[in-house]
């Protein structure tokens, strides 16, 4: 594979640089905190053409994030966990305005206990704030997608923010060969950012985020973001179709890999789908006819893309790095939700519950839900949610509880 | 030295035109609506005003807004933030020749005491340190008044409120002081700041008139006399916005850069004389009066002018 060796951070820091982003609010956290140096770098030497400003908080760094791309430029942030949640109503501020900027997001998992590495419940607790979401499995994906997704925002069919995610750690901090695209084929992709409802000027003042009485306007406001987000759905084939034709690359809604006759399917998102993906190589290698789905765009939620397909699978496996306590999965959820309707509905839907806070998916736990679905399949009744914890993180914890004092735990 | 105004020297000069118009969803009697009305006359209609959640958010009610310039509501607690993403998109899109200078806009935060005193610090403080160039308009009705008149940080010694309620423990009602946000703002050394109240029009327009040659952070601590939160009859605002300053108990003053003056030297009739006026201070006198919080309150006045001239 060709290409500059960089981490999944620096791919998005080169995705805002190329996607010609003229304004940078930013707010250092972990594990995002590589994106905004590069971009303050680029910006300071004049290699990008931005102004960059470190805000108060996260808080602080969405509102003007917001209120820059609603007076009229093209605004790129980023940000992780605690970061997310710190900003979290001004999320639902910003896709109110109609204000379409690109947010990354570095998952994390949240406190507490507080720790560094990822899971995806920080980007999932923004799942209903009106941000359509992306979730990128590689470096290459990463900076692509915020190509992509500025499209996606900026098009008047949609107007909506967009998060691009990935994975702390295993994305932010692993170097993968990245193309760089062409600056001027770029410039062919993504028009310079022109919106024509937005905007603050003398001659044409504009009243933004006023206050409505009554759930009439209300309502009204909140479907035309509904319909706008999914909208996105087709706006993005689009642009999936304009990207390869430029670029090479290929993106859809939802991944398949090795579904060509697969009887039972795993689906998971984000940077763990490639050990999944070796996982199905290895149950093939043993004559289990395996796949996986990788769920690319989150909102607006690709229904049919998901129908089309799980449609007559034995059986499907959500491995959700995430966890509604109480609940179970969130995508899982969602899953079902969106299958119920489907004629040709697998005949048993499993739950699993697995990397949690960073925490590695092994070769046996993969085996343990492929065998689990396939028997699901086989008796027409899925499971879940299963709580992936082997043997070997059970010895480990015992371990750590004997150095915290307490003994005998079993 | 006495300080002089060189603009506004009599009423006549106040603009006749309009630029906050009539028919908002406010509370009659509003000092703080009175307040922003004056300082719209030198502001002029070109402007964005950056809301905080607050008793001004009702202003702008779709599908009204009573302003001929813009208006963007943020948040409780980062409007300032807001400001800064408006100000510099504007810059941005004039440095590129993609909006012309005579499109741009003068940015001005309007917030409330709930969101000034307290949930907006951390932004109002990063955007003075960045010396973003803004005006900032407080209108300070010494409670949280948009949900009737909860105790903030702003709230007075002796302020009856419907969470600092007077009681057997706490005859006083609230216990706490108002915490001096004019203190706050002046240690980050922004260019101007200045306290106004809407029964001193020449004072507060010649104070906007004055902070305009500033670049830089610009804020406005106005007096929002309060009729439904301090409980009294609409059609006194005048005198309570009077009383509040000529007992001394609001000082109006300006910072230039850091050197404060104060702009108008109260000859200081007795506090008794304004908190009989409003019902959230009744309790100090009735059933039985309350003399030493009285006392208390008249003291903390003698004790702040002591040496000022």
Known sequence: ?410 | MTWQRETFKKIKQIPREEHVLPGTALCAGCGGLEALRLAAKVLGDDVIYVNAAGCFTMLAAYPFTPFKGSWLYTTMGSAPAGAQGVRDALDVLIAKGRLPERENLKVVVLGGDGSTYDMALSSTSGAITRNLDFYYFCYDNEAYGNTGAQLSSATPYGARTTTSPCSLQHPSGTMQEKKDIFEIWRAHKPPYIATVAPRYPLDLEEKFSRAAQFTGPKLFLALAACPTGWLYDPGETPEVAKLAVETGLWPLKEAVNGAVTHTYIPRRRPVEEYLKLQGRFRHLFEPTRQDEVIRHIQARVDSYWQGIS
């Open chain 1, 1 to 410: 594979m060709e290409g500059e060796m960089m981490t999944g951070n620096l791919a998005a820091a080169w995705g805002a640089r190329l996607a010609g982003a003229e304004y940078i609010p930013a707010f250092p956290i972990t594990p995002q905190t590589e994106i905004v140096e590069a971009l303050a770098k680029w910006c300071e030497s004049g290699a990008m053409p931005a102004r960059f400003v470190t805000l108060d908080s996260e808080h602080s760094m969405m509102t003007a994030a917001g209120a820059a791309a609603a007076t009229g430029v093209r605004v790129f942030t980023a940000t992780s966990s605690q970061g997310l949640l710190y900003a979290f109503e001004v999320l639902y501020s910003v896709s109110g305005w109609r204000a379409p900027l690109v947010l990354v997001n570095v998952s994390r998992a949240l406190a507490a206990p507080i720790t560094l590495e990822s899971d995806h419940n920080d980007v999932l607790a923004a799942r209903d704030c009106g941000f359509l979401q992306i979730h990128a499995e590689t470096c290459q994906e990463v900076l692509d997608s915020i190509l992509i997704a500025y499209r996606i925002a900026e098009d008047e069919r949609v107007m909506l923010p967009v998060i691009v995610n990935l994975d702390g750690f295993y994305l932010s901090f692993t170097r993968e060969p990245v193309a760089l695209p062409d600056p001027e084929l770029v410039a062919k992709f993504l028009p310079p950012f022109h919106p024509a409802h937005l905007g603050f000027k003398a001659s044409e003042p504009h009243a933004l985020g006023v206050a409505v009485l009554g759930g009439t306007p209300y309502s009204y406001f909140r479907h035309q973001m509904h319909l706008a987000a999914l909208n996105a759905l087709v706006v993005h084939q689009e642009a999936a179709a304009e990207f390869e034709r430029l670029f090479g690359r290929r993106y859809d809604l939802v991944e398949g890999y090795r579904l060509d006759d697969a009887e039972d399917v795993l689906v998971m998102t984000n940077a763990f789908a490639s050990k999944g993906k070796a996982a199905v190589d290895a149950a093939r290698a043993e004559g289990r006819r395996v796949g996986l789905v990788r769920l690319r765009m989150i909102r607006p939620w690709p229904a049919e893309a998901i129908r089309h397909v799980l449609r007559g699978r034995r059986a499907v496996a959500v491995l959700d790095q995430n966890l509604s306590p109480g609940q179970g999965g969130i995508l899982f959820q969602e899953l079902a939700a969106c299958l119920y309707h489907e004629t040709l509905r697998p005949l048993a839907l499993c739950s699993f519950i697995g990397g949690l806070g960073g925490k590695n998916l092994s070769e046996g736990e993969f085996r343990t839900i492929f065998e689990q679905t396939a028997e699901a399949g086989v008796q027409g009744k899925g499971i879940g949610p299963v709580l992936l914890y082997t043997e070997a993180d059970h010895r480990e914890m015992v371990q750590l509880q004997g150095i915290a004092g307490k003994v005998g735990t079993s």
